[in-house]
């Protein structure tokens, strides 16, 4: 059983960096034809998918968040994170990371909980001065 766990500051400053971390247990982030995924749902929204990281290693991005947002990993501790730079409160949301069916990369920004084999039970980010 495949488990993930989101975690990072609960409360951001406008224009700060967001950074997120999803810690994976119970299956290896490198494992072949696997992507690991940030989506994020903001209050009264609906789900937008943010970006994904690859078993390779390769990465993926909304094209609404391309300039803003990064996703890194570290093999060793089984970890990927996400940093989404300069936010504003209209980055408030649940954020989650998932991972997919094997094989499947979902890249439409409007997305849902039925795409993703796994998630995580999500991390409420606030963006406040």
């Known amino acids: 059983q495949v488990q993930l766990q989101e975690s990072g500051p609960g409360l951001v400053k406008p224009s700060q960096t967001l950074s997120l971390t999803c810690t994976v247990s119970?299956?290896?982030?490198?494992?072949?034809?696997?992507?690991w995924n940030w989506i994020r749902q903001p209050p009264g929204k609906g789900l937008e998918w943010m970006g994904a990281?690859?078993?390779?290693?390769?990465?993926y991005y909304s094209p609404s968040l391309k300039s803003r947002a990064s996703i890194s990993r570290n093999t060793s501790k089984n970890q990927f994170t996400l940093q989404l730079s300069s936010v504003t409160p209209e980055d408030t949301a649940v954020y989650y990371c998932?991972?997919?069916?094997?094989?499947?990369?979902?890249?439409?920004?409007?997305?849902?909980?039925?795409?993703?084999?796994?998630r995580g039970q999500g991390t409420q980010v606030t963006v406040s001065s």
């Open positions: 998932a991972r997919g069916y094997h094989g499947e990369l979902v890249r439409d920004s409007s997305t849902r909980f039925a795409f993703y084999e796994y």
């Open positions: 119970g299956g290896s982030i490198t494992t072949d034809y696997y992507y």
């Open positions: 990281i690859a078993y390779s290693g390769e990465t």
